[in-house]
């Protein structure tokens, strides 16, 4: 049967291999040793790198999109406000409908959508799939599917991290065969573990407690993130003791990266209405600047004339509005017409002058 | 809220009669695949939370188009969704479009039974 999986991941781990070996290729050539262990190390966080950088503009979309969340707020709250306290399954799809619509209508949505994850999925695994065949590569004497030749492997297979951490041992392993210098392999797993484990559960708790719009607080995505806060660090957990050095380092340079991206996110751009927000408009306030109606980063007097012009416009633009006259019955009408003569206490007070006029005719005929 | 919902037209009130067993079997691998789907979607969907750009989600979607068009072609239609679901899309309702000659019934949970004869 052909390895269909392999197939798939081919062209992958290709890719894979020559941002890795052109990484050491770099290092290599600015003079660090080959065969040593931080060269590959590097290569490794060189690899990081890549991956990350070209998942930066998906990143960058999504919050720009997540902005423009704040200018369909009152409508979007209009459409929860018609199904508030309605669970059934019908009112559910329709206010689900009518959401999705409202999002499409602006152009804009909360979610980021489901290709992005599918594809992580198998970049993630030719990735682990690198990595981790090197030791059974090495042993067979062969390389990877592309540039990461026999002697490549070899070498990588070879190297040392501090002289004694091959970047191919497992925590469980280096436990079993006790090779001189076991216990720094040992020490170097489990204190990577513990920081991927604490910089994960520092970054979500950032977010969830930060950078969390109101509304998305009160949904049940919410609770379950607060689940999995808990959950996710069990994963590696797991992987610290079944998986090869390489690979969680690859993974522990990946979640700082998703920190300060985090960090970074949450300070600069966070999401309109969070607390994260608050606390950039007071930072920004003591600056003596502030965020105009397009997101810009303005001085305080732009900002101010730029609200006093909107509330002005604001102001003429109910003016013009028609305004709903109360019904009247036509005795009632006619009396108040009488009654009326000199004074003119029972009409409502009229916003301009250009208005009144116009409203108190029909009642006149 | 959570657009991870089933629409409507993805349930029934279908029962699985048990002297309809024999019309059941060519139901089996559209019905394999729904339980895939309805785990997936109790778990994995529920700790990614809401993603989806559509209405239906991707995976209400997959459910709605085997129910509908069978094992294969129903796959095909869910992976087709699945690469119009990427970050440039307008998103929007998107439903699945429906068999011609819909012959089946189907449960409250979603899987498909052969039609009650009476």
């Known amino acids: 049967m052909p390895d269909i999986i392999g197939i798939i991941l081919w062209p992958l781990k290709w890719l894979v291999e020559l941002v890795l070996v052109s990484w050491h290729g770099l290092f290599t050539f600015i003079g660090l040793p080959a065969a040593e262990g931080i060269t590959w190390v590097l290569a490794i966080v060189g690899l990081v790198v890549v991956v990350r950088a070209a998942m930066i503009p998906l990143f960058v979309r999504q919050i720009k999109s997540q902005r423009k969340m704040m200018e369909i707020a009152p409508e979007l709250k209009k459409v929860q406000e018609k199904y508030r306290g309605k669970r059934d399954q019908l009112s559910r799809e329709a206010m689900s409908r009518e959401t999705m619509a409202l999002y499409k209508k602006h152009g804009t949505s909360p979610v980021s959508s489901c290709l992005p994850l599918l594809v992580q999925m198998p970049v993630f695994f030719s990735l682990y799939s690198v990595l981790n065949d090197v030791a059974k590569h090495a042993q067979g004497g062969i390389g990877g599917v592309g540039l990461l030749n026999a002697d490549l492997t070899a070498e990588f297979y070879n190297a040392k991290l501090f002289g004694v951490a091959s970047l191919h041992d497992t925590l469980v392993g280096s436990i079993q065969n006790q090779a001189p210098g076991w216990q720094v392999t040992v020490a170097i797993l489990v204190v990577l573990v513990v920081l991927m484990i604490s910089s994960q559960f520092y970054t979500q708790l950032q977010i969830i407690s930060k950078n969390l719009s109101p509304e998305a607080k009160t949904g049940q995505a919410y609770q379950m993130q607060r689940i999995m806060l808990f959950i996710l660090p069990l994963g590696f957990v797991f992987s610290g003791i079944f998986f090869p050095l390489g690979v969680v380092i690859y993974w522990f340079v990946s979640n700082i990266?998703?920190?300060?991206?985090?960090?970074?996110v949450i300070r600069e751009m966070p999401t309109p209405g969070s607390e994260a927000a608050k606390a950039r408009e007071e930072r920004l306030a003591r600056r003596g600047k502030a965020i105009d109606s397009k997101g810009r980063v303005v001085p305080m007097e732009r900002y101010e004339a730029e609200q006093q012009r909107l509330y002005e416009e604001a102001e003429r633009a109910k003016a013009a509005a028609p305004k709903r006259q109360q019904p009247m019955s036509k005795q009632r009408a006619k009396r108040q017409q009488q009654a009326q003569g000199p004074r003119n206490t029972s009409t409502p007070k009229p916003p301009s002058d250009g208005k009144s006029g116009a409203s108190a005719s029909p009642d006149a005929s | 809220m959570s657009t991870t919902t089933l629409p409507s037209y993805s349930l029934g009130d279908g029962r699985l009669v048990a002297s309809s067993w024999?019309?059941?079997?060519?139901?089996?691998?559209?019905?394999?695949?729904?339980?895939?789907?309805?785990?997936?979607r109790a778990t994995v969907s529920h700790t990614y939370g809401d993603v989806c750009k559509y209405y239906p989600s991707c995976s209400a979607y997959a459910v709605g188009a085997v129910q509908q068009h069978g094992a294969v072609k129903g796959a095909a239609m869910a992976a087709a969704r699945i690469a119009r679901c990427h970050p440039w899309a307008a998103g929007g309702i998107d439903d699945v479009p429906p068999h011609r000659h819909f012959r089946h019934d189907l449960t409250p949970h979603g899987f498909v039974v052969p039609p009650r004869k009476d």
């Open chain 1, 257 to 264: 990266w998703t920190g300060v991206q985090q960090f970074i």
């Open chain 2, 22 to 40: 024999m019309r059941a079997i060519p139901l089996l691998p559209r019905n394999a695949l729904l339980a895939l789907l309805h785990g997936y």
